[in-house]
């Protein structure tokens, strides 16, 4: 920190100071109670904006003693007592709690709002201030940044006068309209349009902005950053120096809930303004003695832009997020992941597989160990039809094919509500209960709506891809479809829930701000009956206004009461999806609206670092076990993020390779490979299953066997994403529907694509290839009429890689003798060179390139 002791400054020296370049002009003037920021301006395109100054501009809270940490009681604006969550809820009670104190709700401690009493300029881009009282001295440095003509940096040192607990506030510069804005963001907390009077629906949800200055945790703000973009379109940004926040695994142990930065949009006054506080009263580092210093870094981004531009300039140049995969290391590919699960899943021991009886007829499923309700331990659930039907199809593996696949149709069949009455043809219910020989949701007697969408279309509608011969299925189908046309309002939307015995809605607190449309967009693929079409255009229309457009959006964990999790990254496939069907360039335009959105679930906090640190008796570097590039389950103030951090499950990889394909947003790619590659310590390397929660590190499937469907089903969509996005779209296989609950990734195998023109199917052959370099990732594809394999190589490193390629051929068609004819490399355009050898081959392939060889065998 350049600020000193030695730094002395005069009253005397100026009534006006300025800084200012070609995009900023901020000027504080000398007023009875100190220096006030009179002039604040931004230049656009179109010339200078102006905006208007904070009333309250500088302050800094403190208490005599540690404040409560109990939660305070709140009341909604009809003097009614707000008592959320039900008691049931029992895994976010907690954090609500948390996060309904006294320190973020803002009323703790003693605000000490003050004015500079003293200024002077130091250079032309840089000014210092100082106050002093009777509790404590203050100097402020501010200098404009060099590099970004936008931002300005703030060094702040608190210096005590008497002990006590001190939290240094970031001045506020601008007091926006909060009734009149663009849009105002916590990342990771809230988001939207408006202020949101429901106060559980706004902080609870992060369905818009609360009224209320509350202050957010760090542990789940997945950029330390609070953003608001005033109607004009000016964004204002304040933003914490890197090495402010917590860092979540400090040394030895978790630390991912230490509260060390608190985010705001409004100030204690209740200003429509970015604040942030640090460090957070009662909290790590706040109480100070006489002699002590309190520091805090920050910056402002002031810029004629929107929210996103904003958003993206802190997390790649400030947060240096691109500088990650730099430091990305492997020994265990994701290819080799997913053979490994392959074993995993086929054993019924390690996989928790079992056959029941229900109605007379044998279902199949694994054991799920999570809460259910009303579960005493008897849980079982099926996850990823789409990848259980793809891995069958891949690797002609009877054990899948005879031996799980009919019993787990069966379970499908079983699962739809069979009564003539308010439910038929919905979902039962995810979870089959063996003991109650029941089919049941996860957290209560009610039915969804998108449960409909999940178990009945998108399961049906994936293994009518692979089995189009299952004629009966079609009217399993169309029973569901219409059953969600029935439920539909003639605005189209749906109900949250119906309770399953009064059948009245149940939820009504919360509107279905999830993908629900979708399910009608699967039947219309699948049964080509218009009204099904034009159901989810009402459906996503609907969903458009309400959710994307306002960032106003519910989840689908019914143990976490709904709040918002990966079914908004559904929502971006659904959306494109419908595009496809429709070419209404509305609903690709919202679909990049909702995955902007959604980068903000996705953590980009602390930058990492070689540090080595101690994780369950083994070093670690601080990279390998990073939350950065992680997205999930649900954050907020209630979700599993708030204890658990991220996930590792990262379904939204693969779109997010497509979304960049179709915007050139390379945030996009990026965070889909920090997702995805390097991921080594969260591997259980028994099974190549990766934990689901990031501080379960590498324990494995734990309770959760059914998860690794789902992460053959995610790498499958990120690799052959990358493989189309590499290729320039020239080796390209379609996808099916999307994967219910975890998010937008698709199915594959199901038809043939093309590799450089060439027709090929995608195949899966234990041995048949082994690579002695693991960040060279392969899909293997075979045209067998042609009889010629092609294995596609990826380099899923920052520098060029080369590996050594061995083929054994009687692992193409066991029993048979194949031998290799000739091989031919071929690059990323599809521009081919003969290979010398037959066998043994050593490839070299650029830094995320892509290298195809094509081997004709007799």
């Not at 609903?587 to 679930?601: F, G, L, N, Q, V």
């Amino acid at each position: 920190m350049a600020l000193s002791l030695s730094t002395v400054l005069s009253a005397q020296e100026s009534s006006a100071i300025q800084l200012a370049n070609e995009q900023l002009e901020l000027e504080w003037k000398q007023g009875a109670d100190g220096y006030i920021l009179e002039t604040l301006k931004v230049k656009g395109i179109n010339g200078w904006n102006t905006m208007e100054t904070a009333k309250y501009q500088h302050n800094v809270l403190y208490a005599s003693s540690k404040p409560e940490t109990t939660p305070q009681k709140l009341y909604d604006n009809a003097g009614k007592e707000i008592l959320f969550p039900a008691p049931q809820y029992r895994y976010i009670i907690a954090s609500w709690q948390q996060n309904t104190n006294a320190v973020a709700i803002n009323r703790a401690g003693e605000n000490r709002s003050y004015h500079p009493s003293a200024a002077k300029r130091i250079s032309d881009t840089e000014i210092c201030f100082q106050y002093e009282d009777e509790t404590m001295r203050i100097m402020e440095k501010w200098r404009l940044d060099s590099l970004y003509r936008n931002d300005i940096k703030v060094d702040f040192i608190l210096y005590p006068k008497k002990a006590g607990y001190y939290s240094l506030a970031t001045p506020s510069l601008a007091s926006m309209d909060k009734y009149n804005f663009q849009w105002a963001t916590i990342p990771g907390i809230f988001q939207g349009n408006a202020i949101n009077p429901d106060f559980v629906q706004a902080y609870a949800y992060g369905q818009g902005i609360p009224d209320v200055p509350v202050v957010a945790r760090e542990r789940t703000a997945s950029t330390l950053s609070a953003l608001i973009t005033d109607r004009e379109g000016v964004t204002v940004a304040v933003t914490a120096e890197p090495g402010t926040g917590r860092n979540p695994w400090e040394k030895d142990k978790k630390t991912h809930a230490e509260w060390l930065l608190g985010l705001s949009v409004m100030n204690r006054e209740g200003e429509f303004s970015p604040t942030l506080y640090h460090p957070v009263l009662g909290e790590k580092k706040s109480l100070a003695n006489v002699g002590d210093s309190l520091s805090f870094s920050f910056r402002y981004t002031i810029q004629k832009a929107d929210w996103y531009a904003v958003l993206k300039h802190t997390i790649n140049d400030i947060y240096r997020f691109n500088d990650f995969l730099k430091l990305k290391q492997t020994k265990y590919s994701l290819t080799q992941r997913l053979y490994d699960m392959h074993t995993y899943l086929t054993n019924d021991s390690t996989s928790k597989w079992h056959n029941r009886v229900y109605r007379g007829v044998t279902i199949g499923a694994q054991d799920y160990l999570g809460g259910v309700y009303d579960s005493e331990k008897d849980a079982m659930k099926n996850s990823d039809y789409g990848a259980m039907w793809m891995l069958a199809k891949l690797t002609d593996d009877p054990r899948l094919t005879q031996k799980r696949l009919p019993y787990a149709l069966n379970f499908k069949l079983m699962q739809q509500h069979a009564e003539k009455d308010f439910l038929y043809g919905s979902s039962a219910g995810q979870y089959y209960l063996y003991k109650s020989k029941r089919f049941t949701e996860e957290w209560g007697p009610y039915t969804e709506p998108i449960a409909t969408t999940y178990y009945m279309l998108m399961d049906m509608g994936n293994i009518l891809l692979f089995e189009p011969q299952q004629k009966g299925l079609k009217q399993h189908i169309r029973l569901a479809a219409d059953r969600l046309l029935e439920w539909m309002k003639p605005d189209g939307q749906w109900e949250v829930a119906y309770d399953n015995k009064t059948l009245k809605p149940a939820f009504t607190d919360i509107a279905d701000l999830r993908p629900t449309f979708y399910g009608l967009l699967i039947a219309y693929e699948i049964l080509k009956d218009g009204k099904y079409l034009q159901g989810a255009i009402q459906g996503a229309d609907w969903y458009v206004e309400n959710a994307v457009k306002r960032g106003h959006f519910l989840g689908v964990c019914g143990d976490t009461r709904f709040v918002p999790d990966f079914a908004t990254a559904q929502s971006v496939q659904a959306l494109l999806e419908l595009y496809n069907v429709t070419k209404d360039k509305k609903y690709k335009d919202a679909a990049i609206s909702a995955a902007k959105i959604y980068t903000a679930s996705v953590y980009t906090h602390p930058i990492p670092t070689t540090e080595v640190k101690q994780v369950k008796g083994v070093s670690r570097e601080d990279w390998e076990i990073s939350e950065v590039g992680l997205s999930f389950e649900h954050g907020g103030v209630v979700g599993s993020a708030n204890h658990r951090g991220p996930i590792l499950l990262a379904s939204h990889a693969g779109m997010f390779v497509r979304m960049y394909a179709l915007t050139k947003d390379s945030l996009f790619l990026n965070m889909a490979r920090a997702a995805a590659i390097g991921r080594d310590a969260f591997v259980d390397l028994k099974t190549g299953v990766a934990s689901y929660y990031w501080d379960s590190m590498n324990n494995g499937a734990g309770p959760y066997p059914h998860h690794a469907w789902w992460q053959v089903g995610w790498i499958t969509d990120y690799l052959l994403s990358e493989v189309s996005l590499r290729s320039n779209g020239k080796i390209t296989y379609p996808g099916g529907f999307i994967t219910p609950k975890v998010g937008p990734h698709q199915t594959y195998g199901f038809a043939p694509g093309t590799v450089f023109g060439a027709k090929t199917d995608l195949i899966m052959r234990p041995g048949l290839f082994k690579l002695d370099n693991p960040y060279m990732e392969y899909v293997t594809a075979m045209n067998e009429k042609e009889k010629t394999v092609f294995l596609i190589l990826l380099n899923n490193d920052d520098e060029k890689q080369t590996s050594q390629i061995r083929m054994d051929t009687g692992c193409l068609f066991p029993g048979k003798n194949i031998q290799v004819k000739s091989v031919s490399s071929l690059d990323n355009s599809g521009n081919s060179s003969p290979m010398a050898e037959v066998a043994d081959w050593t490839v070299t392939t650029d830094a995320y390139g892509l290298t195809v060889l094509k081997i004709k065998y007799k």
